[in-house]
């Protein structure tokens, strides 16, 4: 019942009455003419639709009941797919890195909007980790994703320019991953900063592996 309704609500029936016959009606849900004849049927005498039959043809409109069915599973898949899209699971391998995160991280400019943004006062550093091949592709969802724009700035010796991020936890501990718009680094690396200094308070060395489950 639930899918002949969603065509209807397709078709425009949710916004004004239209005009339906059986045979585009039965193509448009591939079914039969008996069956889609049931259905509009079943749907009527459910009170999801409104429907006045005339010599001219058949008009239908749903009904408030019949949006507050369709709204009731719009929120079921609702959450659904966003379950799915809240959290992203990246699994990798510390690295050691080439000091930039540190010097980035410390800048004021970049400081206070991690502060504002992120809610933390990031220690003078990144930790970074390699991503498997496997695993650069899911991290490749990160580049369609909006995150939260930390903006770039100017002085009087270079441009700086945006940095994309995500609040994160790694083993645990709250972070962010910083995805710089400039950096020396291939995608196949996440910079994850964060209140703490990772590499003590987890004591991590050059190839642990560790997860970072990130919030989209």
């Known amino acids: 019942m639930i899918q002949a309704l969603k065509q209807l609500a397709l078709m425009n029936a949710m916004k004004k009455m239209i005009k339906v016959s059986s045979k585009e009606f039965a193509e448009k849900i591939e079914q039969s003419l008996q069956t889609?004849?049931?259905?509009?049927?079943?749907?009527?005498?459910?009170?999801?639709?409104?429907?006045?039959?005339?010599?001219?043809?058949?008009y239908?409109?749903?009904?408030?009941?019949?949006?507050?069915?369709?709204y009731r599973e719009y929120l079921e898949y609702k959450k659904i797919f966003d379950g799915e899209e809240r959290h992203l699971i990246l699994k990798g391998r510390v690295i050691s890195g080439i000091g930039e995160g540190r010097y980035y991280v410390s800048l004021p400019q970049y400081k206070r909007q991690f502060i504002k943004l992120l809610g933390f006062?990031?220690?003078?550093?990144t930790l970074n980790v390699k991503l498997s091949k496997?695993?650069?592709?899911i991290r490749r969802r990160l580049e369609e994703e909006e995150g939260i724009r930390i903006s770039g700035f100017v002085t009087e010796t270079r441009t700086f320019g945006d940095v994309k991020a995500f609040k994160c936890r790694i083993n645990g501990i709250e972070g962010a991953i910083i995805i710089p718009q400039r950096t020396h680094y291939d995608k196949s690396i996440v910079e994850v900063i964060a209140p703490v200094k990772l590499r003590d308070v987890l004591k991590l060395e050059d190839g642990d592996e560790v997860e970072i489950e990130v919030m989209l």
């Open 36 to 58: 889609a004849a049931r259905k509009l049927k079943e749907l009527e005498d459910a009170g999801f639709i409104e429907r006045i039959i005339t010599k001219d043809g058949q």
């Open 134 to 137: 496997e695993q650069g592709i």
């Open 60 to 70: 239908i409109i749903i009904t408030e009941e019949g949006k507050k069915l369709l």
């Open 121 to 125: 006062i990031p220690f003078h550093g």
